[in-house]
């Protein structure tokens, strides 16, 4: 079997990830297997590939904003569609699968027998990204053939919904359980690098900085959690819009929680970070699948997540699910509560990797 992954880019990210493990598991079978990156650049993602002497197809090497403009200003002849379909072409695989959206590319099965694409968003999120043109593209890509693979069963509706012929399958994304639950960041270390009492009680945030990741509230939850345990901290790790961290920065300053409130950027050890966390608080407006979520439930951290989050990522005791409109107080009380959940729904092993990536192989083999 000879697969081709097209994913927009290889930056840190959560489809980036996936696309990076899956890629390599399956080099590991013995199954052929290449990546298509629409924007090229030297990540820590495509030096793994190149290590492990994985191909890495680009359309557009990489850029900055100056590049991009000329592209703008002065596009290429030949179509993006048009090179997608020259890639596909020449590696001649038996499975092309797509984790980025396939714009107008045209779904042909004499080029390529089998054609796949991960949703990594709700449909209302994915749809709402596009014009009238490229909306209709896609209908018609999932009426020639397109099998898409949703991660949570509403998606897989939402997607009949919209094409009543759509040839869907609920897999969700695979994470390497075992390896997240290997990674530990020694807690009192951390404290010490950090010069805070050994008694502090950790709540974490990862994360990009985006209005939809609610860091507004998630600063008045930690005010909250001041007002019960003073001797608490706040670290946010991830980057983001330059706008929306320095919003933030202006609300702890706002709020005088320069001391309480640590911003830790993007850590590549930010897994490991998470072993330390006392608990992690999600009030996203939005999640179609929370990949966070769930290495904080397999690194046993306690939860509490906006009731956004799809109920198929809750898989642990400590895992709680509650509205933005709830009180901060309230989302406060459960994060430093020892309560737990008598319906436990799955085991987090149900994401594990090789499991899910088994599952896809089926599909690719049908």
């Known amino acids: 079997m000879k697969v081709l992954f097209v994913i927009h880019h290889l930056k840190m990210g959560g489809a980036e990830t996936i696309v990076t493990n899956y890629a390599l598991q399956m080099k590991k079978m013995g199954i052929e297997v290449a990546v298509l990156d629409i924007w090229h650049f030297n990540t820590i993602l495509f030096q793994k590939l190149k290590n492990a002497s994985i191909p890495v197809f680009s359309i557009f090497k990489e850029s900055n904003i100056i590049t991009r403009i000329i592209n703008h200003l002065y596009p290429s002849k030949t179509s993006l569609n048009e090179r997608i379909m020259n890639v596909i072409s020449e590696y001649k695989p038996d499975v092309v699968h797509f984790h980025t959206f396939l714009g107008d590319t045209q779904i042909d099965k004499e080029l390529c027998p089998k054609w796949f694409f991960t949703l990594h968003s709700d449909m209302n999120r994915f749809l709402s990204q596009f014009d009238e043109i490229e909306i209709d593209n896609f209908s018609n890509q999932l009426s020639a053939g397109l099998h898409v693979l949703a991660l949570t069963g509403k998606a897989k509706q939402d997607l009949l919904a919209f094409n009543s012929k759509t040839q ?38 990862v994360g990009r900085f985006n209005k939809v990741k609610n860091h507004e509230k998630l600063i008045n939850i930690f005010r909250s959690v001041l007002q019960k345990h003073p001797q ?10 330059k706008n929306d961290r320095k919003r933030v920065h202006g609300l702890v300053e706002e709020y005088s929680l320069q001391d309480r409130v640590i911003f830790l950027g993007v850590r590549k050890d930010a897994i490991a970070l998470m072993s330390c966390f006392d608990a992690m608080a999600l009030p996203s407006y939005q999640e179609s699948f929370s990949l966070v979520l769930v290495e904080a439930q397999a690194q046993g951290v306690r939860c509490v997540a906006s009731d956004t989050v799809p109920d198929e990522v809750i898989c642990t005791d400590k895992c709680f699910k509650l509205s933005v409109n709830e009180s901060n107080k309230k989302w406060a ?7 737990v959940r008598e319906n436990n729904v799955k085991s987090v092993n149900y994401f594990d990797f090789k499991k899910v990536l088994s599952n896809i192989l089926s599909l690719y083999q049908k």
């Open 168 to 205: 869907v399958d609920v897999i969700p994304n695979g994470l390497d359980i075992q390896g997240i639950q290997l990674q530990k960041y020694d807690k009192e270390k951390l404290l010490g690098e950090l010069n805070l009492p050994k008694d502090t009680f950790i709540l974490g945030h």
């Open 232 to 241: 608490s901290v706040l670290l946010l790790v991830g980057d983001g819009d």
């Open 333 to 339: 009380n459960l994060l430093l509560s020892s309560c």
